[in-house]
């Protein structure tokens, strides 16, 4: 359920617009789901359709319903990636813009995001770009690397092509992500009105497990000759978006290993799985703790079926410890298991029947 100062502050409003038939009902709570409201493309080649994600977050108890995503212009199209978010559902508000729709010059358009559950509310949206012929334009229009593994990262290569500015000069990248590494820029021709140029990119090693997503923008300098009032040179960006899912090489099977229960002096085993995307064989297990004992084969293989087996102290309590797996031709870990275990004291053993004392 919704909190109660949510629901004063929503009765309020409801009185206040019952007699206007206000559509805006609950502006303030259905815009507290976005982080941001307003994206600029900038420059846009026409024919291109570049696109960004508006996220949207449930932060509420109740399911919200949207009834439907509108834009003012034809130059977006925008669709939810969800109808329905429950709490603490996440979802997004896809935005395309257009420019073959539309033609050349500024462009902006209001995207409008209505709710009809719980309540009637809605949140606006603006999206904005300067879309231009013989601009600048990149192929692919985005860097997608899928799903790539822990230390195989593949290199993108991506064509950066401009028309009607012969004097086009590639200066810089900059990124908004310490994932993503460029490798090269170089130019490629340069004829007439036609400039190309050819980057490189690839995700850095040193890039987290899961999903990485940013942005890289190339700086222009189109013509040396141009100064602005502070006579330095006039540069231009662009943007293209990135995108990659990085798995661990080894997958691990739970992901967390809890051991309840288990009574001083006593031992007790669980499987565990190893997933690898190519046959492997494990080298190494270790433990940051004392009491474990992996049984693992040597074989060569793309799947381990190992048996982790835990003989209990007598320090009782609670403890979090670490089981780290190496595999053959590599000196760093391949993967780590998270190990819960709860210590407990051992139980007296029953006595059999008729061993009382006379």
Same mark, same amino acid.
């Given at each position: ?40 493309? &900038? ?55 257009? =420019?073959?729709?539309?033609?050349t010059g500024f462009k902006q358009a209001t995207v409008t995001v209505r709710f009809d559950k719980p309540f009637v509310g809605e949140c606006q949206l603006t999206v904005r770009g ?17 799903? *790539? ?5 593949? *290199? ?6 401009? =028309? ?15 994932? !993503? &590494? ?35 923008f190339v700086v222009f300098e189109k013509n040396p000759r141009m100064r602005d009032r502070s006579n330095r040179p006039v540069l231009t960006e662009k943007q293209i978006s990135f ?18 229960? *288990? ?6 085993? &669980? ?37 982790? *087996? ?32 709860? !210590? ?15």
């Open positions: 359920m919704f909190d109660q100062q949510f629901i004063v502050r929503l009765f309020a409003v409801m009185m206040v617009s019952w007699g206007t038939g206000d559509v805006l009902l609950g502006q303030e709570w259905a815009r507290k789901m976005f982080t941001e409201y307003v994206h600029d493309f &900038k420059e846009v080649n026409l024919g291109e359709k570049p696109e960004y994600r508006f996220k949207i977050k449930n932060i509420y108890k109740e399911d919200i319903t949207i009834r439907s995503v509108s834009s003012s212009c034809g130059c977006t199209i925008a669709t939810p990636t969800k109808n329905v978010l429950k709490m603490y559902e996440e979802g997004e508000i896809l935005c395309q813009f257009n =420019s073959p729709a539309v033609g300067t879309i231009v012929s013989g601009g600048i334009s990149f192929s692919p229009p985005q860097i997608e690397f899928g799903q *790539v593994t822990e230390g195989n990262f593949p *290199v993108k290569t991506i064509k950066i092509s401009a =028309s009607g500015n012969p004097t086009l000069k590639v200066l810089d990248v900059k990124s908004t992500s310490n994932a !993503i &590494k460029v490798l090269s820029v170089r130019e490629t021709l340069r004829r007439g009105q036609l400039v190309n140029y050819e980057m490189k990119a690839q995700l850095k090693d040193s890039v987290d497990e899961g999903f990485a997503k940013g942005d890289l995108s990659g899912n990085v798995v661990s090489a080894i997958q691990i099977s739970p992901k967390l290993l809890n051991l309840t229960d *288990v009574e001083v002096g006593k031992s007790v085993s &669980k499987k565990i799985l190893l997933i690898g995307s190519a046959p492997f064989q494990i080298t190494d297990v270790r433990s940051d703790s004392n009491g474990f004992d992996v049984l693992a084969d040597k074989e060569t293989k793309k799947t381990h079926q190992l048996e982790v *087996v835990f003989k209990a102290t007598d320090s009782i309590g609670t403890q979090e410890c670490e089981l780290t797996f190496y595999t053959d031709g590599n000196e760093t870990p391949a993967g780590a298991l998270k190990v819960i275990v709860q !210590i407990v004291e051992a139980k007296p053993e029953a006595k059999p029947e008729g061993s009382g004392s006379v």
